[in-house]
């Protein structure tokens, strides 16, 4: 198995570890989901927890594929606050355009990805 961040990671070995590994073979599938929930609201932001509700799954599992797709750069924090379903204030994300992706690369000095079609 690939380690993180390539593949769910876990803090303890026991319980987060059988969760990290359960999660695995299907991560890559929700977080294409979740990334789809984005591109829609685009340019509007949402958080986690909303997407959550939209997708009809848990919190626990959508908020670490949220800061996957945030460390891979297909999503940015928004100045705007929103709440999360305990009624703490929450991050609002939103989708990073390939276009913005591509010249942040190129910014930084990173190889631009060929991607399918584009």
Avoid: C
């Avoid at 070995?13 to 599938?29: F, H, L, R």
């Avoid at 626990?60 to 460390?71: G, N």
């Amino acid at each position: 198995m690939t380690e993180y961040p390539d593949s769910p990671g876990f803090k303890a070995y026991g319980p987060s570890q059988e969760a990290a590994d359960k999660i695995a073979g299907t991560a890559n599938v929700i977080r294409a989901k979740v990334l789809a929930v984005f591109e829609a609201a685009h340019p509007a932001g949402r958080t986690a927890d909303e997407v959550a509700k939209d997708l009809h799954l848990s919190v626990l599992t959508v908020r670490p594929r949220v800061s996957e797709l945030h460390r891979d750069g297909e999503l940015e924090k928004t100045p705007e606050r929103g709440q999360n379903e305990s009624g703490m204030s929450a991050t609002v994300w939103r989708y990073v355009p390939h276009e913005k992706q591509d010249f942040e690369a190129w910014a930084l000095g990173k190889p631009l990805e060929v991607r399918n079609g584009q």
